[in-house]
């Protein structure tokens, strides 16, 4: 139901825009962004209340990531500007049909999620 593209390696600096599609047309009501480096657990960074578009973001990636999004083309996407090595890891997007608190720190809690795209490696070298 999700499918996410556009990872890729960049050097430290460099920046790369990932996105992830809804294939299936289901009313998800909030998306968000997680990603998992090596050894660690999966934590979210950022989320997108989809009918105003709102969003919330970590303090880890405040000033540095984006999300946005496109409904006429069910998809949601994350600009990555000033990578940094830290950000190395597999990122997911994931969805749910409830909108409530997506806009909080509640929004990427893993726990609130239940559909999940298929990751894609994003690999920063310094």
């Known amino acids: 139901q999700l499918v996410v593209s556009g990872g890729g390696s960049v050097q430290a600096g460099g920046s790369l825009r990932p996105s992830c599609e809804v294939t299936?047309?289901?009313?998800?009501?909030?998306m968000a962004w997680f990603r998992q480096a090596p050894g660690k657990e999966r934590e979210g960074f950022s989320s997108?209340?989809?009918?105003?578009?709102?969003?919330f973001n970590a303090d880890s990636v405040k000033g540095r990531f984006t999300t946005s999004q496109d409904r006429a083309k069910n998809t949601v996407y994350l600009q990555m500007n000033r990578l940094k090595p830290d950000d190395t890891g597999v990122y997911y997007c994931a969805a749910r049909l409830s909108g409530i608190l997506c806009d909080s720190a509640t929004g990427i809690s893993v726990g609130v999620y239940n559909i999940w795209g298929q990751g894609t490696q994003v690999t920063v070298s310094s």
């Open positions: 299936n047309k289901a009313d998800f009501r909030c």
């Open positions: 997108i209340t989809i009918t105003d578009g709102s969003t």
